[in-house]
């Protein structure tokens, strides 16, 4: 039987991606940081997904098994591993990478020949490459020729509303998910053969990737930032304040827009489409999905190449106006939830140093135009006077 590790066994990890890889026949063992999760999910040896739509739908993943990040036995599951996959969070790659680099240079001493393939299903451009260079950076000429011949680190878009179980009637190790699900593989770089059913295999993520962080992850942001700080508490009762679903909407027209500029087999009309889907999506009534964990850490989605700046960017590479996503920036600048410590270091940096050297720090945007759009929205948010986009 194939083995399958993968780093991260919270909402997405038993969610979408362990319960693919067990459909497609892996044996799944789970790494994490959480001694207790890591403790029930061995002794258990399954979990349940549990799929909210008009059916509910259980299903159980079973034969798994699981360890402790950094571990003994971690480190030596690399060795006859047959795929590898995260899902911990961009900023924890880091501590994947030690782990990486260690255990692959145990593969290659022991068991060197069979190719492996390392895919991080994160929300971030092009996270599994950043993976790989963290791994690089650990070992030496060596392992780096073995690795270029052997080891395949495919970037990868996922796609699945995986929302907290806080509310909903579960065992301690069911994972709850939207029916929807899609994972695009980039092709060329996988390493021998990797059959995925239910996964797609492309041959330029590009596209891909930055179609669903702008379109789903944009939007996303867009709706809980504006949804926290109109008092909604969650996803859905936030789409259904007009100005918010007003604001989602055009954040997704002003991202197409520039999506069709940068690729032009993406076509507006095929776009509009999906941002449609998505919006039902985040509109779907069995899903409760809070703004806090879809607005968690607005420092990273603040960053010069994420969900909000990104395709800020690309629209006005395409010469065009960005309204709507400059008020989400700006909704995500006033995102002061003191339970996430990274809203609170967005706010330190806006009373220390003011909201433009803060948009330069974090997303390291000077363009005076831009910065004083950004601040303006900014002002009305704070002055509580936003009902809707400035044009
Ligand atoms: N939840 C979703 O709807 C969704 C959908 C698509 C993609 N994602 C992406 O998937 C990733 C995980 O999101 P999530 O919602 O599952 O978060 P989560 O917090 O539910 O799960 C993350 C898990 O990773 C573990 N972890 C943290 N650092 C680790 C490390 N170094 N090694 C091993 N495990 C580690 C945590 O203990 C936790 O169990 C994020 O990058 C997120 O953007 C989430
Ligand atoms: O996971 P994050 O923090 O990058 O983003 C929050 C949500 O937008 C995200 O988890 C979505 O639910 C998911 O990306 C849908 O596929």
């Known amino acids: 039987m194939k083995k399958a590790l993968h780093f991260g066994a919270g909402n997405i990890g038993r969610g979408f991606i362990g319960m693919v890889l067990c459909d497609n026949g892996y044996h799944v063992v789970f790494a994490d940081v959480v001694p207790s999760l890591v403790e029930q999910l061995a002794a258990a040896g399954s979990y349940r997904v549990i799929t909210l739509d008009t059916e509910i739908e ?20 690399l060795v006859d591993a047959d795929l590898v996959t995260t899902a911990v969070g961009l900023g924890n790659l880091v501590h994947v990478a030690d782990v990486l680099a260690d255990g692959l240079q145990r593969r ?6 069979p190719m492996l393939n390392v895919i991080a299903c994160e929300n971030a451009i092009r996270a599994t490459s950043t993976l790989r260079d963290l791994v690089y950076e650990r070992v030496d ?16 878009a996922v796609d699945r509303i995986a929302p907290n179980r806080d509310g909903y009637a579960v065992e301690p190790l069911d994972a709850v998910v939207e029916r929807y699900f899609e994972w695009d593989i980039e092709q060329p770089a996988v390493r021998g053969e990797l059959a995925l059913s239910g996964a797609t295999f492309v041959r330029d993520l590009g ?12 939007a996303h942001a ?22 918010i679903a007003q604001l989602v909407a055009d954040v997704q027209e002003e991202a197409a ?18 941002a449609n889907t998505v919006r039902t999506r985040f509109l779907n009534p069995h899903v409760v999905d809070h703004v806090d964990r879809v607005g968690r850490d607005p420092l990273r989605k603040l960053a010069a190449s994420d969900r909000l700046f990104g395709p800020l960017r690309l629209t006005m590479a395409a010469g065009r106006k960005a309204p709507a996503l400059t008020s989400a920036i700006a909704f995500a600048l006033s995102y002061d939830n003191e ?19 803060a948009i330069a720090q974090i997303a390291g945007c000077t363009d005076e135009t831009v910065v004083a759009s950004i601040v303006r929205e900014y002002e009305r948010i704070q002055g509580g006077i936003w009902n809707g986009t400035a044009s």
């Not at 504006?226 to 789409?239: C, D, F, I, L």
């Not at 032009?264 to 776009?271: A, V």
């Open 222 to 243: 867009a709706a809980a930032y504006a949804g926290y700080r109109r008092g909604h508490q969650t996803v859905r009762e936030a789409m259904q304040d007009p100005a």
């Open 141 to 156: 000429h060596e392992v780096r020729t073995w690795l270029d011949g052997h080891v395949g680190f495919p970037d990868a």
């Open 339 to 357: 339970q996430d410590e990274s809203a609170q270091k967005v706010q330190q940096m806006i009373q220390e140093h003011g909201v433009s050297q």
């Open 108 to 113: 290659m001493q022991r068991n060197p020949e």
């Open 58 to 77: 259980t299903k159980e993943v079973a034969g798994v098994r699981a360890v402790l990040l950094g571990s003994q036995a971690c480190r030596e599951e």
């Open 257 to 274: 827009q520039g999506l069709t500029s940068a690729y032009p087999d993406l076509t507006l009309s095929g776009l509009r489409q999906y």
């Open 207 to 218: 596209p891909y990737l930055e179609r669903k962080l702008y379109l789903v992850n944009g």
